[in-house]
């Protein structure tokens, strides 16, 4: 008779299902890693824009929106958007969820998303958020 069987029936009879032991480990004997403390200060710097969509926008083909079309935490109108790289990253927040890496682009020129089968709709707000770390 096959031993596999043997242990699920008997395990299946009762109920009950069979664990490898698990090991204590007494945690001081383990080292933990090294404390690193950076020199000097990190300045994070913050710039949003923002953009409240007009007409719907129909992203089948995808589409770029220009930079000219936002505005700033003040409501002044922008030419470009600040970038940092390589010491920050960009979000992008369409009507306030935040949405995947994958799914756009931002240069200091432009906003492009990518193809979906999808419509953002007039009144929709579309706010990028663009951070930036500085060592002092």
């Not at 031993?3 to 032991?21: A, F, G, H, T």
């Not at 969509?53 to 109108?77: H, K, Q, R, S, W």
């Amino acid at each position: 008779m096959d031993p596999q069987k043997l242990i699920c029936d008997s395990c299946c009879e009762n109920n009950r299902v069979l664990w490898p032991r698990i090991k204590a480990v007494d945690i001081c004997s383990i080292q933990p890693p090294p404390v690193v403390t950076p020199g000097g200060t990190i300045i994070p710097t913050i710039n949003r824009y923002f953009y409240i969509v007009t007409e719907d926008i129909d992203l089948t083909n995808g589409v770029t929106l220009l930079a000219n079309l936002f505005t700033d935490d003040n409501g002044d109108p922008v030419s470009e958007f600040k970038l940092f790289n390589p010491n920050g990253y960009v979000n992008l927040y369409i009507n306030a969820v935040m949405q995947e890496g994958g799914a756009y682009k931002v240069t200091p020129d432009s906003l492009t998303l990518n193809p979906f089968n999808t419509t953002i709709f007039a009144g929709t707000p579309i706010i990028i958020e663009s951070l930036g770390f500085q060592q002092m």
